[in-house]
């Protein structure tokens, strides 16, 4: 978890906004830890893709951070 201070709504890639979710296990993993907590979620996926989000895509829009962030909480 970083400081809430220091966290930016912007765009991220898949990988780094899953990294500073989990920072202690391999980038690969943390992507896919990310998607599963999406996918655990109909809510949330039914956010992402109104916002335009696809599974597959490698880069959120800062509208999507936004919307993880309600979901999920800030990393």
Avoid at 26 to 51: G, I, M, Q
Wanted: charged share 25%; no cysteine; aromatic share 10%.
């Amino acid at each position: 978890m970083i400081p809430e201070q220091t966290f930016q709504i912007r765009s991220y890639s898949w990988q780094e906004l899953g990294l500073l979710y989990s920072p202690d296990i391999s980038p690969e993993a943390a992507s896919k830890r990310l998607r599963r907590w999406v996918d655990f979620s109909p809510v949330l996926t039914r956010s992402l893709r109104e916002a335009g989000w696809r599974k597959g895509n490698r880069i959120l829009t800062s509208q999507q951070v936004r919307i993880l962030i309600r979901h999920l909480g800030k990393p």
